[in-house]
């Protein structure tokens, strides 16, 4: 970057620096960012494709899910890095429909590189944007229908809905039933408002058998097996201890000798630290305690004397462990011996030991009224069982999404028709250019059916078609049917998504391109960047101006 004073160059940026004004870095973003969307654009639907993604070790992930595709790409350019988060926005936020937020995005900036080369200013198409998004989202609440946490057969379809084009599809109507329970087990309702903690349902990965192996445990499954071979390997009516505290002899905090003159000494010194131990045993036996879950360490010889007692035992829990054994067996963690009572103990009607792929692990089922429950995700290889596992993600997103907002949409492309339509009708009301940009959202809505309809093998143009006539004759709820290659009723073929699901979209989508779209001037410092090349460059961005 050069400044002209008087004639004398002036030079304010280092040498080295890279720079893209106006519409070249208008250009550059909207290409990087559209080809992030393209990358994960074929995966959209009950008929989109997989991904294989290798790293440099030779790792590889097969999966269809959207932001596990971008996050596992290595992507250096800047404007694709905020396509990648409007991915994990959607993810955090809802859990599915990480794919149709990132192509909506990518799209809005394709409608939109449109409208700036008809020389319209990026301030006139991002105002156009916002007023559109803020009508998209009056007309999805218009259209969206009530749902409650007793409606097992809505809630069924949306668990279905969300793992359609996974590799899970034969298997989701059973896999779906479990997430209903799942979610249904840990909602809770306070003053007629019901929220779900996706953290509730723990996932426990388990490859061999098959998908159709997955179980919904109503309690926790723990990688720990029981520590003593004399202990038994299952317990009924299981009155269960949670302790925070190691079953050891304290070592001193300072540095302290103890000196041992005689063989008696020792001797008694002996005694005393079993003395102690057994003292331990006898505090936890005295709780009237069957099983103990640990999560320090326990030594030998209390190990020993808990064995004696018939009480099962696992030790090193990890804490998260801790926290959902506690909600689920409705128990609670103590961190002082003394102090544990009775009214401590959680209850399970099961604890058991049992080997799964070859690997002990312990079930502690039937619980009363888990707050915490486990889905055991069985699938036959390793690759398998991390899809079913993002699958059944996405599925519980999905359900308590609907749970909380307690509203749902058709699927099938069918709330993007139906916005589509209204929005092109009330861009009427504005004058000039503005117009120009709702229209351009509306048009850029119709990617969803549209990519439907091409992953499946249709013919895009005739189904937009089909899909507009169907919706000016009010048929709001009317989709992509991918299986029939015509336009059916969402809801009536129990293609059912959450409300939340689509306003996150559009509100993460329209947001990060309105973003890139303020963008006309990228300035790359020339210090070497990670991993990048002399003059600052990342890899890849050589030649041709795209930094």
Known sequence: ???????????????GAMRTTGKDAQKNNIVAARAVADAVRSTLGPKGMDKMLVDSIGDIVITNDGVTILEEMEIEHPAAKMMVEVAKTQNEEVGDGTTTSVILAGELLKKAEELLEQEIHPTVITKGFK???EEALKVLEEIAKPVSVNDTDVLNKIAVTAMSGKSVERASPRLAQLVVDAVKAVAETKDGKTTVDNDNIKREKKHGGSSEDTELVRGIVIDKEVVHPAMPKAVNDAKIALLDVALEVKETETDAEIRITSPDQMQAFIEQEQKMLKDMVDKVVASGATVLICQKGIDDIAQHYLAKKKILVCRRAKKSDMEALAKATGGRIVSNLEDLSPEDLGYAKVVEEKKVAGEAMTFIRDCKD???????????????????????????GAVASAVEVGKVVPGAGAPEAEVAKRLRKSAEQFSGREQLAIKAFADALEIVP????????????????????????????????????????????????????????IKSASE????????????????????????????????????
């Open 1 to 15: 970057m050069v400044g002209n004073l008087g004639g004398q160059p002036i030079l304010i940026l280092p040498e």
């Open 131 to 133: 007023i559109a998004k």
């Open 370 to 396: 888990p707050k915490a429950v486990t889905l055991l995700v069985r699938g036959s290889t390793e690759h398998v069982v991390d899809e079913v596992n993002r699958s059944v993600e996405d599925a519980i």
């Open 450 to 505: 549209r990519s439907l309809a091409e992953n499946a093998g249709l013919d895009p143009i005739d189904i937009l078609v089909a899909l507009r006539a169907a919706h000016d004759q009010g048929k709001s709820s009317y989709g992509v049917g991918v299986f029939d290659g015509v336009v059916v009723d969402a809801f009536d073929n129990g293609v059912i998504e959450p409300l939340k699901v689509k306003t996150q979209a």
């Open 512 to 547: 990060a391109a309105e973003m890139i779209l303020r963008i006309d001037d990228v300035i790359t410092a020339s210090k070497l960047g990670r991993g990048g090349m002399p003059g600052g460059m990342p890899p890849g961005m050589g030649e041709g101006g795209e930094e």
